[in-house]
């Protein structure tokens, strides 16, 4: 009789390290080594790559299919938000720039954020991703808020290289490598909110 046999109650209190689980943490083992290829070339890239480690992980559903779809989702997501996210905050930039007194300034700021907020979840809407309006609207709050001093052409090709990357590595993981069998769940998923994710 083992150990456990004797003790079963030990069994109930232990973690469940299911294939899921494993897939995750392979995708930002992954995801890590690949990005250190891309620092060959570019160095003063930072070490960990956040973006790609988020969707790597995000994106291991629990069957094959669900990474595609919904992979496909999220980056439509992200162009959409970087699509209406640039283009406002060059526009910012111009009129903050000739803005006078400063108050003058964050309202131009809020009224762009509120602005850009409804044309993303407009246009999010209109490229039915609507299990996704609400995290095109989080992405474009973030570009918007934290661009401010940045390269946003650069932050765009960088967040958007990391989001196609992180997903490629989750579906190479969860369809082409370890795929589920049809129908087969490993860990029950909630639905995604149209406002959040």
């Known amino acids: 009789m083992s150990h456990t046999d004797e003790h079963p109650h030990l069994t109930e209190h232990l973690p ?6 494993m897939k995750s943490l392979l995708a930002i083992f992954v995801g890590f080594w690949v990005w250190q290829l891309i620092r060959l070339v570019f160095p003063s890239l930072e070490v960990h ?5 988020i ?35 060059f526009l910012g930039r111009w009129l903050t720039g000739m803005a006078e007194p400063s108050w003058f300034a964050i309202g131009i ?23 996704y309006c609400g995290l095109c609207a989080a ?12 390269e946003p ?13 992180g997903v490629f590595i989750a579906w190479l993981i969860n369809v082409k490598l370890f795929p589920y069998e049809p129908q087969e ?3 029950t998923e909630p639905e995604e909110d149209n406002t959040s994710n």
């Open 55 to 89: 969707y790597g992980v995000i994106e291991m559903r629990d069957s094959s299919q669900k990474t595609v779809d919904m992979g496909k989702d999220r980056i439509k997501a992200t162009f959409v938000a970087m699509g209406v996210g640039l283009p406002l905050l």
């Open 153 to 165: 052409v650069y932050y765009s090709v960088f967040r958007a290289s990391q989001t196609l990357i």
């Open 139 to 150: 992405i474009f709050i973030i570009f918007m808020l934290t661009q401010k001093d940045g």
């Open 49 to 53: 790559p956040l973006y790609i480690y």
């Open 16 to 21: 469940h390290i299911g294939l899921r689980k």
């Open 185 to 187: 769940t490993t860990e």
């Open 109 to 131: 700021d809020l009224a762009l954020l509120l602005l850009g907020t409804l044309f993303t979840l407009i246009l999010a809407e209109k490229a039915n991703c609507h299990a």
